[in-house]
């Protein structure tokens, strides 16, 4: 199974479809916050995709929730903005967060930075700011042989 992983679109809606349409097995579309519109822009075009968000910093007046939990193909994932657990000046509390969920995967955007890393038995992915021309976003392989992160240039 694979997951398109983005963040932080500001507006962007050109380049998010781009990373929609640069990976059409994608099954799952995981938007980490400050870009509720694009998503929802996202969800009604591809309805054949399950398309999830959640509310960042700048995501105002959102109802969407501040973390997702949820399983894919066997594991666990839990996506964040991450303003709410300091993601900026550490990633402990959204670590010990993701940990006592049980989750395998932890996603969270906020900081514009990409970054793969594992710890602990856990897969961590910032995919970075969609936002212009050198934009990133991640993708997340789930297989029989284990979880595979990469970050993506646009």
Known sequence: MRILVV???HGDFYS????????????????????????????????????????????????SPLYILRRFADKTVFATHGHEYG??????????HALDNSADILL???????????RDGLYIMNPGSLRGSGGTYGIVDITNAGIVTNIIKL
């Open 7 to 9: 963040s932080d679109t």
């Open 16 to 63: 998010f479809n781009r990373a929609v349409l640069a990976q059409p097995t994608a099954e799952v579309i995981i938007h980490l916050g400050d870009g509720e519109e694009q998503a929802e822009d996202i969800r009604s075009i591809y309805t054949n995709k399950t398309v999830l968000n959640v509310r960042g910093n700048c995501d105002w007046c959102s109802s």
């Open 87 to 96: 993601v900026k000046y550490s990633l402990e509390t959204a670590i010990k």
């Open 108 to 118: 969270y955007g906020h900081t514009h930075i990409p970054l793969t890393d594992y």
